[in-house]
């Protein structure tokens, strides 16, 4: 038996987003897992319901902790605070096998398929949706803070933002000149002003490089049927690799196929959906060509690996979600690495060469844009000791 003998949770003002739970063993083993959003909320959950389950209980059962914590009496649906604890429970989980049988996890999910998976980079700038609530907008007052400020770059000079990623190995990009024409009308309508306006970062970046990079557009689950019909037919020409999360809420799944219906461009979705059934949904109704999920969101790596299979059965590729936290990014990619249909492990740049280097102690490495697989035992990084150490650190334990 692996005995778990403590549950501890750490977060920092500076990161208002994100927790991190470090799940010990009697072994003298600390896996270490991520949430993302609503720290505070995740936190409560796992001082007041999972570590009194899951203290004295054997780390080695990963399957039955995530039946349990992902199908209470009650049960939740989508990505709640208890699913998002349970994601990042399951990680640490997932770090301790690893570490007790001296192999990284891709292995311990049953081997790798591939060394390296090919990175896109996502076009966000160093504190991108990590202190608040709400994502950033970018307005004319802003000035660019450092040679990573993609979102910035984006709405500036996107031509030149493509050239910079191919000279660094990226082939891919993803980029959101639409949300700014959303809040007039809470996402129900797009004007022809502002379809073209969204419309001119794109044909910038086919101007400058051609058909060198590929061209991801991200809608953030901002719009109508309607105005995200009317935004997709207008990318068709612009050749994108894919549209995401084009509509709110991506749980719709029936209004979610009617737009794939309608429209040409590959959908891709969804980062905000919990759990295998709804990915299940998704794919019967024909409604996403892409499958993304976010490991901290839909149950961690071991509902996540059911999700992959899905996709796999239903022939659609697979894109781990990053945008969130160093964690939750080196099990993105243990899947990828790991699930046969997996196409592109996402990354973020600017957090790659910033602050993520600053929490964990080691980052994935990128060579000419492929994020190569770990050879370490468990996820391949831990929670840098100062980050709990801080003045202003809020660490929580759980003990037997």
């Keep these: 038996m692996s005995k778990i003998t403590s549950l501890r949770t750490i977060r ?32 409560a959950v796992m001082h007041d319901v999972v570590a009194p389950y899951l203290i004295g209980r054997d780390a080695r059962r990963i399957e039955a902790h995530s039946r349990h914590l992902l199908t209470p009496y009650v049960g939740f649906g989508g ?8 994601s990042a429970v399951d990680m640490a989980l997932w770090d301790l096998a690893g570490q007790r049988h001296g192999i990284p996890i891709h292995e311990a999910l049953g081997g790798a398929v591939r060394d390296s ?52 190995g990226y ?16 996402g129900q309508m797009i004007s022809l002003e502002g379809l073209k306006k969204g419309l001119e970062p794109f044909e910038k970046i086919r101007r400058a490089v051609g058909d060198r990079i590929e061209i991801m557009a991200e809608l953030h689950s901002l719009w109508s049927v309607h105005a995200a019909t009317r935004i997709c037919r207008a990318l068709e020409d612009v050749g994108i690799f894919w549209a995401e999360d084009p509509i ?69 590729p697979l894109a781990p979600h990053d945008c969130t936290g160093p964690v939750a990014l080196w099990a993105g990619l243990h899947l990828a690495l790991h699930a046969p249909t997996a196409i592109f492990q996402e990354v973020v740049r600017a957090t790659l060469a910033t602050w993520y280097r600053d929490l964990v102690t080691e980052l994935p490495v990128i060579r000419n844009g492929l994020v190569q697989a770990p050879t370490a035992p468990g996820l391949g990084c831990a929670l840098n000791p100062a980050v709990a150490r801080r003045d202003d650190a809020i660490v929580r334990e759980s003990r037997a």
């Design 12 to 43: 920092i003002p500076e990161r208002q987003n994100l927790l991190w739970v470090e799940v010990t063993t009697d072994e003298g083993l600390t896996g270490l897992g991520e949430s993302f959003r609503g720290s505070a909320a995740v936190e």
């Design 171 to 186: 082939a891919a990009m993803k980029i959101w000149p639409f949300d700014p024409h959303a809040d007039a009308s809470g």
């Design 248 to 316: 709110g809420k991506m749980d719709d799944l029936e209004s979610l196929a009617e737009l794939r219906r309608a429209v040409r461009v590959p959908i891709c979705g969804s980062e905000t959906l919990g759990g295998k059934v709804n990915f299940r949904r998704a794919l019967s109704l024909g409604a996403v060509d892409i499958v993304m999920l976010d490991l901290a969101w839909c149950g961690g790596l071991t509902e996540g690996r059911k999700i992959a299979a899905l996709a796999e059965a239903h022939a659609r």
């Design 79 to 86: 990505s709640s605070a208890e699913v998002r604890a349970a």
């Design 117 to 168: 998976i090919r990175a896109y980079n996502t076009c966000a700038g160093y504190d991108y949706n990590s202190r608040g609530a709400g994502q950033r907008r970018i307005g004319e007052a802003d000035a660019v803070t450092g040679p990573y400020d993609d979102q910035v770059a984006f709405f500036r000079d996107a031509g030149a933002l493509a050239e910079s990623l191919l000279s660094e």
